[in-house]
């Protein structure tokens, strides 16, 4: 198999809080005015990712991945989470407040629901004037306060509130509460997983006219109840990358790309390009690849030597 670059078919999700960012400033083809998710890359069952370009198109990831797992996913990727993909990649548009949720371990989520738990961070690629995130607690809290909160719909009031701009990132480890606000375009990078405790949806109703479902008492005891430095500072030097974001499960960089850089391949692990604005090409072997804001590209663990030439900012996505 000649392995090359490989761009998906996005997956459009409606939300309740979604609105049109999505197509408006990232050119996915949506279809109603609350899109809320583009699931770019994904092998969550039911939304799995399919081939967009070349002689793989119309093929699944999965199916892809299973032809030669350490060619497309790496040997340390394959050695650390079999043959599966480990990671799920979305851009968000939030019109209005998302719900406040949690996220269970690994450990939880494999014994309630045997999936991975989802570690996350969020890149802010645009954020309307006021737009704010919820990431943690305040203050140092416990079960007993918050249920109390929660109760008279207070629950707010014990979070931590940040306002944001484009360029902030945020790492989100498990167990944290969080919410995304309203006003923000936001790239996503997560386990595979798509396991989320609601906790509070600020009693909003859907065209319906029903409350969302709420997961108040599986959250109990996923909840980290102390604050978190979840806010992360990192460097921009130019044409190369800067390390934002560096966990377990994926380890995020930041390329400002103002001439040419070397993207980080090797044989360990796939690499994952997301572009947040500009526009680049994408250099492997003799071939080139025209990459604009908003696309995502997978880059199979067997490529080698790939370059980027133009002027964009990108990030780079690797399991190291």
């Known amino acids: 198999m000649d392995w090359y670059p490989l761009v998906f078919k996005p997956i459009i999700k409606e939300r309740i809080w979604g609105g049109t960012k999505l197509r408006d400033v990232l050119h996915k083809p949506i279809v109603s005015e609350i899109s809320g998710e583009s699931w770019e890359l994904s092998t969550v069952p039911g939304d ?98 918050y249920q109390t909160a929660l109760a008279q719909h207070q629950v707010v009031d014990l979070l931590a509130k940040h306002s944001v701009q484009k360029g902030d990132v945020f790492f989100l480890e498990t167990g944290t509460v969080h919410a995304i606000g309203a006003g923000t375009l936001i790239a996503e990078i997560q386990q595979t997983s798509d396991i989320t405790y609601r906790i509070y949806d600020f009693d909003r109703r859907d065209a319906q006219g029903n409350l969302r479902e709420l997961h108040t008492e599986w959250a109990l005891e996923a909840i980290n109840y102390q604050p978190t430095e979840s806010k992360k500072a990192y460097t921009q030097n130019t044409n190369v990358s800067n390390v934002m974001v560096d966990c377990p499960y994926f380890t995020t960089s930041f390329i400002p790309l103002t001439d040419t850089a070397s993207v980080h391949c090797t044989h360990d692990s796939f690499t994952v390009l997301m572009v947040m604005e500009g526009d680049c090409a994408l250099l492997y072997g003799d071939q080139k690849m025209e990459l604009t804001k908003g696309t995502t590209v997978l880059l199979p663990a067997a490529l080698e030597a790939v370059q980027l030439k133009g002027n964009a900012e990108l990030l780079e996505i690797t399991i190291s």
């Open 48 to 145: 799995v990712s399919v081939i967009a370009n070349g002689a793989l198109e119309g093929t699944d990831l999965n199916t892809v991945v299973a032809l030669n797992p350490e060619a497309v996913l790496g040997k340390k990727v394959v050695a650390q989470f079999g043959n599966q993909f480990p990671l799920l990649f979305k851009f968000l548009d939030a019109r209005e407040d998302l719900s406040i949720q949690v996220h269970p371990n690994d450990a939880l989520a494999k014994e309630r629901h045997n999936s991975f738990g989802k570690t996350e961070m969020w890149y802010v690629m645009q954020a309307d004037p006021g737009a704010q995130l919820i990431v943690g607690f305040k203050e140092d809290s416990n079960a007993e306060a």
